[in-house]
């Protein structure tokens, strides 16, 4: 049974207020938490390529779930199943837009729950008028201290709590390593 509350001047029913403050909470969590730890542990570089390469197969396994779910649910008249497949279409093309920063983020703070292994990789710097850039050897790898920035802050404290010598301190054409860990879905971050 749903109560009527009044929220300024106007009634709303308990369950949509209830909607509403689960919606806002989880938006907050996702903006002001996930959002902002997610950019500083992973490179820019990974977190597109998750985005470019598995985030389309995550969105349709959520998809298919839930077009299942809705199929059980609604009756089986020619209206109904009319509407179960011009709804979700529309609503498919709609939100692809919408969650594809949502999941990539949720699923990248998903991978960095656990450690499974650890990776590491030998950088040559770049140290050009204290504008600091790293890149791997075989140059598949370039991470920029201006495009990087939350990364690079957390790849100086981690160089400052195991003692090595500071990124701007190190010439240019030097090589540095940095250990990352392998997440549950293997993608590699900064820990």
């Not at 049974?1 to 106007?10: A, E, L, Q």
């Not at 903006?31 to 997610?38: C, G, H, I, T, Y």
């Not at 499974?116 to 050009?128: M, Q, S």
């Given at each position: 049974?749903?109560?009527?509350?009044?929220?300024?001047?106007?009634k709303?029913?308990?369950?949509?207020?209830?909607f509403?403050?689960?919606?806002?909470?989880?938006?907050?969590?996702y903006?002001?938490?996930?959002?902002?730890?997610?950019k500083?542990?992973?490179?820019?570089?990974?977190?597109?390529?998750f985005?470019d390469?598995?985030f389309?197969?995550?969105?349709?396994?959520?998809?298919?779930i839930?077009?299942i779910?809705?199929?059980i649910?609604?009756?089986?008249?020619?209206?109904?199943?009319?509407?179960?497949?011009?709804?979700?279409?529309f609503?498919?093309?709609?939100?692809?837009?919408?969650?594809?920063?949502?999941?990539?983020i949720n699923?990248?703070?998903?991978?960095?729950i656990?450690?499974?292994?650890?990776?590491?990789?030998?950088?040559?710097?770049?140290?050009?008028?204290?504008?600091i850039?790293?890149?791997t050897k075989?140059?598949?790898?370039?991470?920029?201290?201006?495009?990087?920035r939350?990364f690079f802050?957390?790849?100086?404290?981690?160089?400052?709590?195991?003692?090595?010598?500071?990124?701007d301190?190190?010439?240019?054409g030097?090589?540095?390593?940095?250990v990352?860990?392998?997440?549950?879905?293997?993608?590699k971050?900064?820990?």
């Open positions: 049974m749903s109560r009527n509350i009044n929220v300024f001047g106007k709303i029913k308990s369950d949509q207020l209830a509403y403050i689960i919606c806002i909470a989880v938006l907050s969590i903006s002001f938490l996930e959002k902002p730890f997610v500083m542990k992973y490179l820019q570089s990974d977190i597109q390529y985005e390469h598995y389309w197969k995550i969105y349709l396994t959520v998809f298919a839930l077009i779910f809705i199929f649910k609604s009756k089986k008249t020619k209206e109904a199943i009319g509407r179960l497949i011009l709804f979700p279409l609503y498919f093309f709609l939100f692809y837009v919408f969650l594809n920063n949502f999941i990539t699923a990248l703070y998903i991978n960095q656990k450690s499974v292994g650890k990776e590491r990789f030998e950088y040559v710097v770049f140290n050009y008028e204290n504008q850039s790293i890149r075989n140059s598949k790898e370039y991470i920029s201290e201006l495009t990087d939350k802050n957390q790849l100086k404290e981690k160089r400052k709590i195991n003692h090595v010598r500071p990124l301190q190190i010439k240019h030097d090589t540095i390593n940095v990352y860990d392998k997440g549950l879905f293997g993608f971050y900064l820990n």
